[in-house]
């Protein structure tokens, strides 16, 4: 099976793992677009059980909930997760799959790892990683990804890779399960709270950019003021629908962002500080020509 996106023939593992039901227990469900394979065992080669998900619903559940609740060809089924993050991945992954045409059961090979690959609990995260990159490239512009890898390379002169890549680690996990939500029509209902993120967004972007042309605008304390504000608004409207678990992936990513020695270096004289500044804020300029003017 491949690192990220897998199988052969062209079907695309999205996630895998064990869900139990009080009807068969244990199980081992592989999803893929559009549906939903049960195996009795996780070595089992066929599954015992096909769900199509082109016309299912879903059940709303609390963010705590373990349970993965569905309908689908009238059937209702409730899958109990490991925990609530789980669930939650499952959830959004199955949500994206809606609309989707049934696709064939991948070929699996279940031959033994040789010995430094990755095991099935990696390959599932990267699946479901992958999965979720799919639809977050589809919705955000090369820019952004670019202005990610920048801050990336920042992070990592100031505070060291391993904190770069937590960081990283905390925003894709956060706009990943925002773009699911998103792609899923989930958060149509809060779209007056989006309004006000965004506005508060607009405030942070044009005061960094500003902060970044002229030195004598040069403020922490207002730059650390519209990423509270931007991240409040923010959190309001993912707090209905995410774990606390990704909420506080949220909360740690803006705690380190703000923090003044983060801004006094990002200000610094340093050259490869200031690349990324005046860099950054270009890639800003130029994003918010194409996608807000």
């Known amino acids: 099976m491949a690192a990220e996106e897998s199988d052969t023939e062209g079907v695309a593992i999205l996630r895998e793992g064990f869900l139990e039901s009080k ?102 995260k990267a699946a479901s990683s992958a999965a979720g990159k799919k639809v977050l490239r589809g919705i955000a512009p090369d820019a952004v990804w670019e202005l990610l890898d920048m801050l990336k390379k920042f992070v990592t002169s100031v505070s060291g890779s391993k904190r770069a890549k937590e960081l990283e680690k905390d925003i894709l996990a956060v706009a990943i399960k925002g773009a699911l939500l998103f792609r899923a029509k989930k958060l149509e209902a809060d779209m007056p709270d989006l309004r006000e993120a965004y506005v508060s967004l607009l405030f942070l972007w044009s005061c960094f950019v500003d902060q970044v042309d002229m030195e004598f605008a040069r403020d922490a304390d207002t730059l650390i003021m519209f990423a509270t504000a931007f991240k409040t608004k923010l959190r309001a409207v993912f707090v209905k629908h995410l774990t606390p678990k990704t909420l506080c992936r949220l909360d740690e990513t803006f705690v380190y962002c703000t923090k ?24 800003l300029r130029a994003l918010w020509k194409t996608q807000v003017s």
């Open 23 to 124: 009807k068969t227990k244990k199980r081992y469900y592989i999803l893929t677009e559009g549906t939903l394979f049960s195996y009795k065992g996780q070595m089992d080669k066929e599954p015992c059980e096909t769900i199509q998900l082109k016309d299912a619903s879903i059940k709303e559940q609390d963010a705590s909930s373990k349970m993965l609740v569905f309908t689908a060809d009238g059937v209702e089924y409730a899958l109990k997760c490991k925990d609530a993050d789980r669930r939650e991945m499952w959830q959004l992954l199955l949500e994206a799959c809606i609309g989707k045409d049934p696709s064939s059961a991948p070929e699996r090979d279940l031959r033994k790892k040789k010995s430094g690959s990755l095991s099935r609990v990696m390959q599932q």
């Open 260 to 283: 003044k020695e983060i801004i006094a270096a990002l200000f610094d004289d340093d050259p490869e500080h200031t690349k990324f500044r005046e860099a950054g804020a270009e890639k």
